[in-house]
């Protein structure tokens, strides 16, 4: 089994509930992405112009693991500075990196210039052939299906025990089962 390091950077909750969960199923590792400045305006800002301040040393030891999993919120339609940090830093130190997010933009508007597809464009460009996969979770499905069309709401969507549930677990577990092979019966 590959030994999997889950990295994230979080600003209100919902990716570290996404990635200290996704641990739990993986039985991963889990550790939140510090930027050297971590202030929400100037790190916006970062993304944006596409310079960064960098992130501090992360505490787990890159090598002891082969696979990479990377998350955090869109802002702007941008990758953040601090995924993109993680990217540049760790690419040729795992075997393979998976790239998340959990997202305001929906799967109807992923190619629009706020939604996830141009952003895993540019992490796939980024890493140089070492992104196995990108998936994204839209905050959206968290919200009752009848208020889904309400964008003013998305904002405000923390993940929680209560709400992740239907189509944000079925995308869970499809990714747990892509990345975690169900083992060979044994030969009788
Ligand atoms: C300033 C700001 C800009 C945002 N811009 C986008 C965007 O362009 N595209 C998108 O999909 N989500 C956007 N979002 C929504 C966040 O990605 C979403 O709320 C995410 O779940 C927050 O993650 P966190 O709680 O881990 O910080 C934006 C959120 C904020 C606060």
Same mark, same amino acid.
């Given at each position: 089994?590959?030994?999997?390091?889950?990295?994230?950077?979080?600003?209100?909750?919902?990716?570290?509930?996404?990635?200290?969960?996704?641990?739990?199923?993986?039985?991963?590792?889990?550790?939140?992405?510090?930027?050297?400045?971590?202030?929400?305006?100037?790190?916006?800002?970062?993304?944006?112009? +596409?310079?960064? *301040?960098?992130?501090?040393?992360?505490?787990? $030891?890159? /090598?002891?693991? %082969?696979?990479? =999993? &990377?998350?955090?919120?869109?802002?702007?339609?941008?990758?953040?500075?601090?995924?993109?940090?993680?990217?540049?830093?760790?690419?040729?130190?795992?075997?393979?990196?998976?790239?998340?997010?959990?997202?305001?933009?929906?799967?109807?508007?992923?190619?629009?210039?706020?939604?996830?597809?141009?952003?895993?464009?540019?992490?796939?460009?980024?890493?140089?052939?070492?992104?196995?996969?990108? +998936?994204?979770? *839209?905050?959206?499905?968290?919200?009752?299906? $009848?208020? /889904?069309?309400? %964008?003013?709401? =998305? &904002?405000?969507?923390?993940?929680?025990?209560?709400?992740?549930?239907?189509?944000?677990?079925?995308?869970?577990?499809?990714?747990?089962?892509?990345?975690?092979?169900?083992?060979?019966?044994?030969?009788?």
């Amino acid at each position: 089994m590959k030994k999997t390091l889950i990295l994230y950077y979080s600003h209100s909750g919902n990716n570290r509930y996404l990635a200290e969960r996704l641990a739990r199923r993986l039985h991963a590792d889990v550790e939140a992405l510090r930027p050297r400045i971590d202030l929400f305006g100037l790190l916006l800002f970062f993304s944006w112009i +596409r310079l960064s *301040p960098g992130n501090r040393r992360i505490r787990h $030891d890159i /090598r002891a693991y %082969d696979r990479l =999993i &990377l998350l955090g919120p869109i802002w702007a339609g941008q990758l953040i500075a601090p995924l993109r940090d993680a990217i540049r830093k760790f690419r040729h130190k795992v075997t393979e990196i998976v790239f998340l997010t959990c997202c305001g933009s929906k799967d109807e508007t992923k190619s629009e210039p706020f939604g996830y597809g141009r952003v895993f464009d540019r992490a796939r460009q980024l890493a140089q052939g070492q992104l196995r996969s990108c +998936r994204a979770f *839209p905050v959206v499905l968290a919200m009752p299906e $009848d208020q /889904r069309d309400r %964008d003013e709401e =998305i &904002l405000n969507v923390r993940l929680s025990d209560e709400n992740f549930d239907g189509e944000l677990e079925a995308r869970l577990e499809e990714l747990v089962r892509e990345l975690e092979p169900i083992a060979e019966s044994p030969v009788v």
